[in-house]
């Protein structure tokens, strides 16, 4: 069990099975029932991901589509998942982290070729921001928040 914001509650782990997203989390009484649920399974999904638990328990994760090569954020709420897309420009979503802000906002920090990028939900739509880093050749790697 894991304690958040004063509630225990079990906690998701999600997983990579083969290219697509998988979340895996106990049920049951004891920790050798499991139960998986494929999230996004058009092309190849979720190779970098990360995920975050908001103010009302909901899970959520960021991860790149490689098929696409788009950041997505999508939403675990039971059984029922959704994504949308969040950055679409070029190549991008390596090596996200997710968490939530004060107002209980996502926000995801995320490395696109030679810039760090930082994106966050404003009512409904995602701001993005671009912070240059170093030009010497290696893109910025492990960007966290």
């Known amino acids: ?5 004063g509630a225990s509650r079990h906690r998701n782990l999600w997983h990579i099975l083969l290219v697509n997203l998988i979340a895996l989390w106990p049920t049951g009484a004891n920790a050798f029932t499991w139960t ?10 979720g190779i970098h991901s990360a995920y975050a638990y908001d103010a009302s328990s909901v ?5 790149l ?37 004060s107002s209980n906002r996502p926000c995801i920090s995320y490395a696109h070729f ?23 050749g290696l893109g910025p790697q492990y960007p966290s928040l």
Request: charged share 15%; net charge negative; aromatic share 12%.
């Open 114 to 136: 030679y810039n760090i990028k930082f994106a966050r939900k404003i009512s409904g739509s995602w701001a993005i921001d671009s912070i240059p880093a170093s030009q010497s």
């Open 59 to 63: 899970a959520h994760v960021a991860y």
């Open 36 to 45: 998986t649920t494929a999230l996004d399974t058009a092309g190849i999904t």
């Open 65 to 101: 589509d490689d098929t696409h090569g788009d950041l997505r954020y999508g939403t675990l709420s039971g059984s029922s998942f959704s994504s949308e897309l969040v950055d679409a420009y070029g190549y991008t979503g390596y090596d996200p982290t997710l968490l939530f802000d």
């Open 1 to 5: 069990m894991l304690t958040l914001n």
